[in-house]
């Protein structure tokens, strides 16, 4: 067999091998190879493991050797949630952040998701398009392979969600990094709905949903389940309408306020529950039990400033598996930059970097339903990978805030790579 791309004498290599199944405990722990080997054919990888190569497969004068002596390699890493197409941008409201405002206090006062809704609305196709490219060049250059795509800055405006969502399809078929598209017009609750929420939900479940599906718009449903958003109840309903038409299910659960949303989740189930700063014990544990996968974010913890953080060490212990993701949004998380989200994971969760790495490879490949593809350097897989400039995993997380990634290839073509 021949090969196309031969990543040779690895420092260490995480392919990330393992369970088949999303994961928590100890199989959370990647597990690294010292002088490793990847060899890349057509798109897929054929081998990755320890050195030698099988005897089947060898390189020729036409492989493109790569050295990656004293480096990382692993598979590229996968952002399982973003509101990653919108307009605008927030920074008017970091003065009242700093004055002490919260999240629900600046969506109350009409701001928040109100005015990036505003903004999404008066934007056009090419500029949301244009926008969110940038953003996608900026994952790609820190390691970022695939990422997920929430609509929800249309809401009652559907064509505000379809232009998102198709904006989201374009990129995709355009750019290098992999775009799996989530609806998530149950974002905020309309102010014309207000004294009415039933009318929306039905809106939503009856006429929205079934456009979406029939489009192929969107593959997942979200609901941001939240006091003064949507209750439980509503959450409940709307997600069940989205099981019935085939969609898979996420939910943003206890971000803010301890509601249930993460008891809901298990008892749908969903594939993942999102957020979960305030979910409770009884939470975890039916979380666990059900296999909802927690899609964490810390970087909105750090970005929201009120020093309150997921429970992610008792997650694991309880054998909840755990995916981490940026929530790139421009509200209350406004980074593309999944090495970060890393080192707050380790700051804050007390997250080990083996731990972290599978958080955001193979876990987060299972967040969206792309298990049998990506999140591992095993053969038949997608060839994603990222060869890092540093000597060592730790050291990734450690050196934090700047990009340690020097080359990334997606479906094994070279796509990035750090200027000499
Ligand atoms: O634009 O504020 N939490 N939705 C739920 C967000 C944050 C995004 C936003
Ligand atoms: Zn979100």
Redesign the pocket.
Known sequence: MQIDVLLEHIGTLYTLEGEKRPRSKEALKAKGVRDGVVAVFDGQIIYGGAYPLPEEIQASENTQRVDCTDKVVTPGLIDAHT?LV?GGSREKELAMKIAGAD?LEI?NAGL??YS?QKATREADFQSLYDKARKSLDVMLAHGTTTVEAKS??GIWDFQTEIKQMQVAHQLNANHPVDVVSTFMGA?AMPAKYKENPDEFIRILTEEMMPFVKEERLAEFVDV?C?EGVFDIEQSRRILTAAKELGFGLKI?AD?IVSLGGAQLAAKLPTLSAE?LIAASDKGIQDMAKAGVIACLLPG?SFNLGKGKYAKARQMVEQGVSIALCT?Y????CPTENLQLIMTFAALYYRLLPEEILTAVTYNAACAIGRQEKIGSLEKGKEADLILWDAPNLDYIPYHFGVNHVERVWKKGKEVWRKAE
């Open positions: 509101h919108h999240y969506y928040g998701i990036t929800g800055y974002h941001f939240e943003h971000e957020h909105t929530d949004n421009p509200g209350s």
